[in-house]
């Protein structure tokens, strides 16, 4: 092997292939990789895909495309290639050692597979299996098989992390590592569990990520104390359900427990949990998000639709009645609490009275972030199968896609403006000209919900007023455009 071997780590989709990719770039680091920014020129160029839905695979073929033009050795990883895994390799004419797919299960030894890539040896592409067969079906049986025949664990050292998993069974992105922050910033996602064991008729995740597999307490006590000394001021817990957390581990109520030793920890300011099921929201759990100094009283919850009739078909739970009674408790507790979801239109066998629950749940709940989907029909999934009669035409897929974000944008503008003359805190994301800076408020997550424009006014600190990025300001709300903000500091 060359003494000094580059890799540019190239990251689509969620956060949790954000964390994914901050964990091979630990390994890399320690197996003598020196890592290059994305886009620079380096030897290897390892692309963390995504592969949720039809739009993000084929954003993430175009990256491998892409990749394959340079002089780079491509490398396929992430959640497209442990899906599709030989197929995708058929699908990039992978016939030599140039480019390789590459599975979860190959995470752990990735400076050794990068080797083989860099030398020319041809690895078989990563065959696709359904995770889900690793563990126990049930949460209880997964929580005995930990406790027998668990793989001896550590705490944060500095050098690894192994989790308390039964031999030869890990989490989908591998034993935990040391993080190596890729992008700096004041936030920063962290891992509180993989996997999923909900079987929704349209959603492929459980069988490429595996079961529901909790990460202990004081692992992600010691993660998140590693990454607020590492300058992360606001800590984004994601997971495929993060209200699940503790199920596998004998307790429902671990996270509830857990949020407010996290919000103690030195450097953190805020403390956000994602990925809610409304189903499992508990008041307990409300309580604890509405009223923990440091945990913001933000509720991102995957709702996808509020006809009953159509979510029994996508095998959840709820109607509009049940979700607004939800939205209404979280704000009797907190009135500026920020709730957010996505919703799926064109679902099979979606009626005009279905369209007619979402638009009058979208109008009385009065979400602060709304993102619409258009169904497609996802490899493996039960809805997959439905009759095709049942099917909506993708042109009346797309319509009810517009028809339904020009709602959102009219919502979400207007629980914006609500917000004129309320005192907000904001962190501080960067600064930028004339006493002016941009960050985000405690209902809005990171990259999804907008953002505030922050005025700073007779500066005497100097030129910024003494503001920094990382720095919690007390401000004004003195107007908004669409979801964003802007604010003055009080």
């Known amino acids: 092997m060359p003494s000094s071997r580059t890799v540019s780590l190239v990251t689509l989709g969620c956060a949790r292939n954000e964390v994914d990719s901050e964990e091979l770039a630990a390994r890399l680091a320690a197996g003598g990789w020196t890592l290059r920014g994305e886009g620079e020129e380096a030897d290897v160029v390892l692309v963390n895909t995504c592969g949720f839905i039809q739009a993000a695979k084929q954003e993430s073929i175009d990256e491998l495309l892409a990749a394959e033009d340079s002089s780079a050795k491509v490398v396929a990883v992430g959640c497209l290639a442990e899906r599709y895994g030989g197929e995708l390799a058929d699908a990039l004419d992978a016939e030599d050692a ?69 031999a030869g069974v890990a989490p989908a992105s591998g034993p935990r590592v040391v993080r190596r922050r890729l992008s700096g910033g004041v936030s920063a996602p962290m891992k509180i569990a993989s996997g999923c064991d909900r079987r929704c008729s349209f959603c492929a995740i459980p069988s490429f990520r595996g079961s529901f597999v909790s990460r202990r307490p004081p692992e992600l006590l010691a993660e998140a104390a590693w990454l607020a000394g590492q300058g992360a001021r606001e800590l984004l817990l994601v997971s495929e359900n993060s209200t699940s957390y503790g199920k596998d581990l004998g307790s429902l109520r671990l996270l509830e427990e857990l949020l407010p030793e996290l919000a103690a920890i030195d450097g953190l300011s805020w403390v956000r949990v994602s990925y809610l099921q409304p189903a499992e929201v508990r008041p307990g759990l409300v309580d604890v998000m ?112 517009d028809e339904f974000a020009r709602l959102a944008e009219e919502v979400m503008a207007q629980r914006a403006a609500d917000r004129i003359g309320d005192t907000i805190q904001v962190l501080v994301e960067e600064a930028l000209d004339d006493g002016q800076f941009e960050g985000r408020a405690e209902h809005q997550a990171p990259d999804v919900d907008g953002t505030v424009l922050l005025t700073v006014e007779g500066a005497l600190e100097g030129p910024t007023g003494g503001v920094a990025p990382g720095d919690l300001v007390t401000a004004r709300v003195t107007g908004s455009d669409g979801a964003d903000l802007l604010a003055s500091r009080i």
């Open 98 to 166: 140039d480019v390789q797919v590459l599975g979860f299960d190959d995470y752990a030894d990735i400076s050794a597979r990068l080797d083989d890539v860099m030398a020319g040896r041809r690895r078989p592409a990563h065959v696709a299996r359904d995770r889900r067969t690793l563990l126990p079906v049930s949460p209880a049986s997964r929580q005995q098989a930990r406790e027998t025949t668990a793989v001896p664990g550590t705490t944060l050292t500095g050098d690894e992390m192994i989790p308390d998993l039964p």
């Open 290 to 401: 509405t009223a923990t100094p440091g945990v913001v009283p933000y509720f991102d919850l995957s709702f996808q639709h509020a006809s009953g009739p159509v979510l029994r078909s996508m095998r959840r739970f709820g109607d509009r009645k049940r979700f607004l009674e939800l939205t209404d408790r979280i704000r009797q507790a907190s009135p500026q609490a920020g709730i957010r979801s996505n919703f799926i239109v064109g679902f099979p066998g979606e009626t005009p009275d279905d369209l007619h629950e979402l638009e009058l749940f979208l109008s009385e709940a009065q979400l602060d972030a709304i993102g619409i989907f258009g169904y497609s029909d996802e490899d493996g999934t039960e809805a997959a199968g439905f009759p095709a009669e049942g099917k909506v035409d993708e042109d009346e897929v797309s319509r009810r896609v």
